[in-house]
T-cell receptor, first 117, second 115 residues
Framework: AQSVAQPEDQVNVAEGNPLTVKCTYS??????LFWYVQYPNRGLQFLLK??????LVKGSYGFEAEFNKSQTSFHLKKPSALVSDSALYFC???????????????FGTGTLLAVQP | DGGITQSPKYLFRKEGQNVTLSCEQN?????MYWYRQDPGQGLRLIYY???????QKGDIAEGYSVSREKKESFPLTVTSAQKNPTAFYLC??????????????FGSGTQLSVL
């Protein structure tokens, strides 16, 4: 079955420290991967995507993500966390069928990032 | 939130009542989506529409209905058949729905609760 796993419900990090939010996926073929962020009582905002090319993808607000095909992972990273980064982060993968990529996104359950001052 | 307006922000439903959530976009996007968000479950797709007058069921369509009479509007009706409607509902759109690297643009959501 196609799926996305975010193994941590919450990640705590001190401001100024590096952060990592983990994501692993399971789809057939080449994956199309996304990260979204959700602030309280708001919709999701796109952060970055991996389609093909360099395994390190840079996105909005200083975030980046590393695609690792052998480990089927797409971890979100930032070198120096800010208190304002505190939010709910969702990893997503585009579902595939026999015809290739579909227009359906499969979302993980989300990871709450808490950055302490 | 990227030109997508959801209303109302909060909605309460009585037993046996149908309620309709509004979603309007001014992005000229062809594709629109409805997701349901429950704590600890991520987002689940209810319905999506790739073009006017056409829509498809998602993973959890039972108890819901939609229409797509205009490009900019994709209302969701939560019917009395939906026995557990309390959730945060998110509407989204994308330019065409066909390209693999398209990102979604989300509205601010509607919190639906049962009285």
């Amino acid at each position: 079955a196609q799926s996305v796993a975010q193994p941590e419900d919450q990640v705590n990090v001190a401001e100024g420290n590096p952060l990592t939010v983990k994501c692993t996926y399971s789809v057939s073929g080449n994956p199309y991967l996304f990260w979204y962020v959700q602030y309280p009582n708001r919709g999701l905002q796109f952060l970055l995507k991996y389609i093909t090319g360099d395994n390190l993808v840079k996105g909005s607000y200083g975030f980046e993500a590393e695609f690792n095909k052998s480990q089927t992972s797409f971890h979100l990273k930032k070198p120096s966390a800010l208190v304002s980064d505190s939010a709910l982060y969702f990893c997503a993968v585009r579902a595939m069928n026999y015809g290739g990529a579909t227009n359906k996104l499969i979302f993980g359950t989300g990871t709450l990032l808490a950055v302490q001052p | 939130d990227g030109g997508i307006t959801q209303s109302p922000k909060y909605l309460f439903r009585k037993e046996g009542q149908n309620v309709t959530l509004s979603c309007e976009q001014n992005l000229n996007h062809d594709a629109m989506y409805w997701y349901r968000q429950d704590p600890g479950q991520g987002l689940r797709l209810i319905y999506y529409s790739q073009i006017v007058n056409d829509f498809q069921k998602g993973d959890i369509a039972e108890g819901y209905s939609v229409s797509r009479e205009k490009k900019e509007s994709f209302p969701l009706t939560v019917t009395s058949a939906q026995k557990n409607p309390t959730a945060f509902y998110l509407c989204a759109s994308s330019p065409g729905g066909w390209t693999r690297d398209e990102k979604l643009f989300f509205g601010s959501g509607t919190q639906l609760s049962v009285l």
